[in-house]
DNA sequence: ATTTAAATTTGACATAGATCAAGTTTGAAC
DNA sequence: GTTCAAACTTGATCTATGTCAAATTTAAAT
């Protein structure tokens, strides 16, 4: 599949979302026009923030008070050890949830942290809900989201449980990125990593010198093409072979 | 924590959760409700069936039909590739849902097998979206339910994602099956492993020589007792430590 | 109880990835 | 442009896990 790579329009450099693509659109719809109609004084539903690289979202084991949709850049997910170090559980770009998953306990399993210069749209989950009460269409739009997002998750331990070789690892990796990536850069084979070999690697529980290592074996056979952070997919399908999906 | 060791009662050797333990139980209650009100001729909105061991729940990529809700016994998730070996990704306990995920697309995304003669709830999801459209109490309950599951599906992925040594990996295993089947087996350090050591290995991307290594070593440690299936933590900190929990 | 196949464990060796060390490249600050 | 620190890469060894082989245990069938 080639896609035009000017077909979309890209904003202040990041990558960028408008509210037609955005996951959480169903939900924020009809809660903009309860707001227009209703004129809920000060508070609001929901509201587009930007925020700058190495802003933190929210904390790990804080009470849920919003849920998060990325707009433009990229946020990484992360838990706090003992030890300090930061231990990567998950990357979100725009279109894509973050604290969603809180729901539930109603706190936050993970800190929230954006890379670079980033937007992302804030929904008062408390707020959320109460309207949700009264409008049976957001209700419905919820269940619908929360679906997908059990579904996108499903496939995401998929494609990583089980996988112990690097070269399987880094192909998963570079496959799923690309792909989340692909509505809004326009490419389905090519990407800008939003983060470091360093995160890259501890995400996948490789060394950075043996991620490395892989990254210079794929070019030197073919099957990507690498330019730093700038990475094109030569061969996909071997890459898919490779990844075991 | 201690749990009386005879406070739960089993049923033909199986574990076993009554309906007040089910996690579809929300959805259920509301919906034998309608069942008996509006007598829906001789279809059914869910229903308790059993299963034999190796009997096939659904197909992987097979139109969604029903959500199941287990009962009773124990099921594996696996993906069938091309060369026919036995990919499992995932387990699944008494109280737990099978197939949830592919609400979204409508397509299971897996192939659902009882592991020993087994029983499940079946639940229609046809009905259930008709009849949730008429009854908000469901509608809100799925939506509990759901975001309850991306929630466990966090967790999960957490358990795994960055791990790859063998000590962890196991680590990891033992204490996440342990803690799911504790409500009901009524212990939170022991359990009989409903599946054999191939299909452990093979679920954690280990050789099953170096699982039945790592099992020898951890009870050489006192880390566990073994005795065939039968698993005892006997240093439950220490073993999430190893896990990196 | 006996037989048999399957599951599990253990040993010996090979290999992928970790570790340690040293270089090279990149990119931000001046 | 120059400087500098951080990021990334490459090389040399070491170690954990894979691989191959064989022994032992377990469980099912008779």
Known sequence: MTVPSQSIQKKDKHNYVECDDCSMNSVCRPLSTVKQSINLSDSFLHKRITTKANHILFNQSTPLT?????????????????????????LRFPGELIGEDALFLKTYNYTAIAIGDSSVCKVSVEQMTSCGQLIPEIQKNLIELLSRQNYVRQKNFQAYIGKKSADSLLAAFLLNIIERNASYTGSDNSIELPINRNNIANFLGLRRETLSRVFSK??????IQVEGRKIKLIAQENLIKIADL
């Open 66 to 90: 919003n849920i998060y949709a990325v707009s433009s850049g990229a946020f990484k997910l992360l838990l706090q050890t003992d030890d300090s170090t930061e231990n990567i559980i998950g």
């Open 218 to 223: 794929f070019q030197k056979e073919q099957l």
